[in-house]
């Protein structure tokens, strides 16, 4: 029962939250004067064929990919209270290296591509890492310095593709870096499916998903199951209680950031390993900062990401059908952005639902054994050296008496 | 006789005639010397590696331009994270404000342009407010969110309103302002006979440099570079010399104490954060000025930057402004050439070394010996590379972020409660 109830309560923020957008989208396009069901009818409109079906369902999939790994990125890093902006720029450096690297090399299939995925998340890995030594040894906050390396990875990026990196040929519109030869390809899925007895498209379904089901498995249980992803969420939680019980915080920044951009640089290879081949002028960008919002709206949660990403791979693969039928394509923008924010909000008033539930549950016993105003004989000063950190501690033990007052 | 010489001598033991020169005085003095001293520097860097860039009036008002912006956003930051609310939104709200003021500019006017962009800036900063004062989302998130909002809004909109515009305009960009701000110039020395600018081109040690950072500074100002710079000491006197600046600023220190006393923490933080969206909304205004119209992208990431001025100004006007400067010369200086950013090496280095010097004379070797390793590779950097390539040099302001921070962020305190979610009656 209770666990029914407390996934019931996990789901209802999210779901709350994307209806919430749902209608303030809606709004907004009756105010431009689109109707909304037809908007709608357009976006759940996957073709008449099965042909065409299973192609939508195949690019919701490839799109879904790297978002999934971007908030799995993200949400490494999140569940310690660590924010990593800096994914855009780990995984934009991680690809044109690993493109770079995967082009200069000539190895038997599988070995191939092993190495340019490890080159990937090398690459990553070390950028974040910059991030978090910054951090660590000079106490710079990694928000802003992780902002300023990806303006570093960006221009570094297209530093490498105009200069050493560079395959294209002079003049050309589109710059590229050379092709990575066929023994370092990804092999597609379509012969899976057509073992399901489906039809099959001309698409190619990228075999890196399978890579992504197994990194968010891996990353699931490294985070509920060891004693490294207990010490992280629990420092996630309250750093002071963590370093009180002997974590060492900054091993763990270092660990956690590293994990994090490893994780990251994995985000551009479907599309380079899949389809693309080489990193390019065109290659897709924005997946990072989209990780952010796939991260907050799965919860920091492995399977609620994977959920989030193919939300928001669904509502991107809609934005050609309905420029197509004459409705602004940014909608589905819109709809993205509006839910990001409704989803943190409705986050936050869950969370404060949940524990004024807990704290009425718990008035009683507080009252029986506390001592009300004074802040109690083990709490020392009442106003210790560190404020932000106090304050989580804090904030449970006095509480009480004001939260059943209003 | 020897009482009044005891006094003074105790007052200041140590320090002879020169030292109490360049130090004495306290820190409007100090300040006037550090000036001094850097554009000595500079401009010896100019003599020495013949980069005439590094000062020239035009690199000047390429600086002032590009200085501006952050310097609007920076202080849009300065008021939110004052009053406790981190406000990594800016780029958002400075997006907002950009097309706020394309849409009011092409049909009222440059003064319709302001309010355009002040309008929508607030209108950023209220959401921001919403989220983190009255509903207690985590300050870094909401930010985020109002960036991603932001740039799907404007596309939105523009693809709403200027797609069939008959005034012109696109998906990415807005029809051309219907009137240009004006602008000022100073008589005699800076146009009409421009004696500041024959001065300059003498290029003489220190006078043709002084000459060029005042012509740069004087020539072809816009009216709202004059609001900019102006708004640094008016942001000093609201904050520091006034009873709502007081108020506002024991919000961002410890709001549960201010509250108790009365004073309305809620209300001040939703004030302080709107500002902040319209600032930074001004500062999108400038952008436009700068290109007649409005473009997608156009804040190129300019959001953060302030951002980071803020910090490194140590959540202070005279300080942001410093950092906004910095960043705008170093900006300025890789689009105007990029050999002239070469030769900023040989600055870095210069400075390096006086630091090891300073370390080592107080008998820290270690940082003196980091310092001086440092030196000796900007060095070699500067007698190497004869021009940087296009995409190394497109990051040079960040870069100079990055290090300022990593070699300071251990001096700067931020206000004590910033980025803390206060909720009335659980602290």
């Given at each position: 029962m209770s666990v029914l109830r407390r996934t019931g309560q996990a789901l209802l923020a999210p779901l709350l939250a994307v209806v919430i957008a749902l209608v303030i989208s809606a709004l907004v396009m009756v105010a431009i004067g689109v109707d909304p069901f037809r908007a709608l009818d357009v976006m759940v409109d996957?073709?008449?064929t099965p042909s065409q079906q299973v192609t939508a369902i195949i690019v919701v999939l490839n799109r879904a990919v790297p978002l999934f790994l971007a908030g799995l990125a993200v949400a490494v890093a999140f569940r310690m209270g660590l924010f990593n902006i800096g994914v855009e720029g780990q995984y934009r450096l991680a690809t044109v290296l690993a493109a770079g690297a995967g082009a200069a090399v000539s190895l038997p299939g599988p070995v191939h591509v092993v190495f340019t995925i490890v080159v990937a998340m090398l690459v990553g890995a070390v950028w974040a890492g910059i991030v978090a030594v910054l951090k660590v040894t000079r106490g710079v906050s990694e928000v802003i310095s992780s902002i300023m390396l990806n303006f570093i990875a960006l221009g570094l990026a297209s530093f490498l593709l105009t200069g050493p990196l560079r395959g294209s040929e002079p003049g050309a519109s589109i710059i590229t870096t050379k092709d990575i030869p066929e023994s370092g390809w990804f092999p597609s899925l379509n012969g899976l499916l057509s073992a399901l007895g489906l039809a099959d498209p001309p698409r190619q379904l990228y075999g890196f998903l399978l890579v992504a089901i197994v990194v968010g498995v891996v990353v699931a249980v490294l985070l509920k199951r060891t004693r490294f992803g207990f010490d992280l969420r629990a420092t996630g939680l309250s750093a002071s209680a963590a370093s009180a019980s002997g974590v060492d915080a900054k091993r763990m920044v270092i660990t956690t950031m590293l994990i994090s951009g490893a994780v990251a640089g994995l985000i551009g290879l479907p599309d380079l390993l899949g389809s693309d081949h080489s990193y390019g002028t065109?290659?897709?960008?924005g997946l990072g900062f989209l990780g952010i919002a796939v991260a907050l709206l799965g919860r920091n949660n492995p399977l609620g990401i994977a959920v989030a990403a193919l939300l928001f791979a669904f509502l991107d693969r809609a934005a050609v059908p309905l420029q197509i039928a004459g409705i602004p394509s940014s909608v589905v923008t819109i709809i993205q952005g509006t839910i990001v924010l409704a989803v943190v909000i409705a986050n936050e008033v869950a969370r404060r639902f949940a524990r004024r539930q807990a704290e009425s549950g718990g008035a009683v016993h507080a009252a029986t054994g506390g001592d009300g105003s004074s802040p109690g004989p083990d709490g020392g000063p009442p106003s210790g050296t560190g404020p932000a950190l106090t304050n989580a501690t804090g904030t449970a033990g006095r509480t009480d008496p004001t939260g059943s007052a209003s | 006789m020897s009482t009044a010489a005891t006094t003074t001598s105790s007052k200041a033991p140590t320090r002879g005639p020169v030292t109490e020169l360049f130090l004495g005085g306290g820190r409007g003095r100090r300040l006037t010397w550090i000036l001094v001293g850097l554009l000595v520097l500079v401009s010896a860097v100019r003599v020495i590696s013949g980069e005439q860039a590094l000062t020239s009036s035009s690199t000047m008002a390429a600086t002032l331009l590009l200085a501006v912006p952050l310097l609007l956003v920076a202080l849009g930051g300065l008021f939110a994270e004052r009053a406790g609310v981190v406000n990594i939104g800016l780029d958002g709200m400075m997006i907002l404000g950009t097309w706020g003021a394309g849409f009011a500019g092409y049909q009222w006017g440059w003064q319709g342009a302001v309010l355009g962009g002040l309008v929508m800036g607030a209108l950023g900063g209220l959401l921001h407010a919403v989220a983190t004062v009255t509903f207690g989302v985590d300050h870094v998130i909401s930010g985020v969110a109002i960036n991603i909002l932001a740039a799907g809004v404007v596309r939105f909109l523009s693809e709403t309103l200027y797609v069939d515009n008959p005034a012109g305009g696109g998906v990415t960009q807005s029809p051309a302002m219907s009137s240009r701000p004006p602008t000022f110039s100073l008589p005699v020395l800076s146009s009409g006979p421009d004696l500041l600018g024959k001065l300059e081109n003498q290029h003489w040690f220190l006078l043709s440099d002084l000459a060029g950072v005042l012509r740069g500074a004087t020539n072809g100002v816009g009216v709202l570079t004059v609001i900019a710079v102006l708004l640094v000491p008016a942001s000093y006197l609201l904050l520091w010399r006034t009873a709502f600046g007081l108020r506002l600023r024991s919000c961002g220190e410890n709001p549960a104490a201010a509250d108790s006393l009365g004073v309305p923490v809620y209300r001040l933080k939703y004030t302080a954060v709107i500002m902040s969206g319209a600032l930074a909304g001004l500062g999108g205004v400038f952008l436009v000025f700068i290109a007649n119209i409005y473009r997608e992208g156009?804040?190129?990431g300019r959001g953060f930057i302030g951002l980071a001025a803020l910090i490194f100004g140590n959540w202070r006007p005279g300080g942001l402004a410093a950092g906004a400067g910095l960043f705008g010369f170093a900006d300025a200086l890789q689009l105007r050439s990029r050999t002239a950013v070469v030769a900023l090496l040989l600055l870095v280095a210069i400075l390096l070394a006086a630091v090891a010097v300073v370390q080592a004379s107080r008998r820290r070797f270690a940082q003196a010996i980091t310092a001086a390793a440092f030196a000796a590779a900007s060095l070699s950097a500067y007698l190497t590379v004869d021009e940087l390539p296009e995409g190394i040099v497109s990051f040079t302001p960040h870069i100079t972020t990055l290090l300022v921070l990593s070699l300071a962020s251990q001096r700067l305190r931020m206000p004590?409660?910033?980025g803390l979610v206060y909720r009335r009656g659980e602290h």
């Open positions: 996957f073709g008449d065109e290659f897709t960008s | 156009q804040t190129n004590k409660a910033d």
